[in-house]
């Protein structure tokens, strides 16, 4: 009986238009785009450990720009407190030893005596 069931199905897939010779090569065109998809997603440009390593490389620009940000940030500050200290400088220059800079002109007003017309 298994001969038969064999034969019958055999005869079945005939009918169809299918052979045993086009079913091997349905299983090894499939087979084949099997090992061709998974070798592109191991290995060339586009592949897991690729897209691994530049994951690594944007998590360490990441910080690299967070310790640039961070030393801006401070030399920032450093220069903000230069130049509230220059100014500071300045205005006790100006006030109490009469500092002139460069681009300015003085104008010294003299007030004349009450008694004296």
Known sequence: MSNSYAFAESDRCRQRGIS???????????????VVLQASLWGGEGSLPAAWRLERVIENQKQDNQ??????????????????????????????????????????????????P
Do not use: Y
């Open 20 to 34: 045993h010779h086009g079913s091997v090569l349905v299983l090894l065109l499939v087979a084949l785009m099997f």
């Open 67 to 116: 310790r640039l940000a961070d030393r801006n940030r401070a030399l920032d500050a450093e220069v903000k407190n230069l130049k509230q200290g220059l100014d500071a400088l300045e205005e006790r220059a100006r006030s109490e030893l009469g500092m002139i800079a460069p681009h300015e002109t003085f104008f010294q007003l003299v007030e004349r005596p009450t008694g004296r």
